[in-house]
């Protein structure tokens, strides 16, 4: 098993751009998880989705940030326009129901300048 | 509830020495911890869990101790290695399958 991919790893990209984050979620895990973390704030739920369907979304910190699943194998985090305060590590995780633990991601480290 | 870090607390240990890492939870309601390591560059990775009808577990090297009267984790790590330095997360859920995390303890082993 792969465990979950996350492409970029690494991503610089221009104030006002728009950036895209991808994961690929354990095969047969049923629920995927964006997480932010910074030094400031530490570990922060983005948003999570079970079944490919968005559970809670309450983390989103702006209408710039959205995140599709169109699939149970595929996941996209987009930041549009992307501003210097959103880098930081993004990390997606995956797991099944019932089981609390989740799998992580290496993380996708964006900077924005 | 969720944490905002500033600092890292840190902890130093002496190579073979064991080291308890402390955490504090918010939610009474969780039924069910998890303690997560990461090393820089990577993401975080399980180490051990413990559900809440249980006050004490234990894995290789590693014990976890659960007081919910003052909703406090702690783990302990056994003869401490150059290779447990890393940032250790506390994780707590309730209901539903959405873990918070605590700001975490940065581990530092010395030689």
């Known amino acids: 098993d792969a465990g979950v991919i996350q492409s970029p790893r690494h991503e610089v990209t221009e104030m006002g751009q728009e950036v895209t984050l991808r994961c690929k979620p354990i095969?047969?895990?049923?629920?995927l998880f964006w997480y932010r973390q910074t030094m400031m704030r530490g570990l922060e739920l983005l948003i999570y989705f079970n079944n490919n369907v968005p559970i809670d979304d309450s983390g989103m910190p702006e209408d710039r940030f959205s995140a599709k699943m169109p699939n149970a194998s595929f996941s996209t985090l987009k930041i549009q326009p992307s501003e210097p305060r959103d880098s930081a590590v993004y990390f997606c995780a995956s797991s099944l129901v019932g089981v609390g633990t989740y799998t992580f991601g290496s993380g996708t480290r964006l900077t924005v300048v | 509830g969720e944490s905002v870090g500033l600092h890292l607390p840190t902890l130093s240990v002496q190579e073979g020495d064991n080291s308890i890492i402390n955490c504090a939870y918010s939610n009474s309601a969780s039924d069910y911890f998890i303690w997560y390591k990461q090393e820089s560059g990577k993401g975080p990775q399980f180490i051990i869990d413990i559900r809440s009808n249980m006050d004490k577990r234990q894995g290789q090297r590693v014990t976890v101790l659960l007081n919910k009267t003052v909703k406090h984790l702690s783990l302990q790590i056994a003869a401490t290695q150059p290779g447990d330095s890393a940032v250790y997360f506390c994780a707590e859920k309730a209901a539903g399958n959405k873990l918070t995390f605590g700001g975490g303890t940065r581990v530092l082993v010395k030689p």
């Open positions: 095969s047969g895990h049923d629920y």
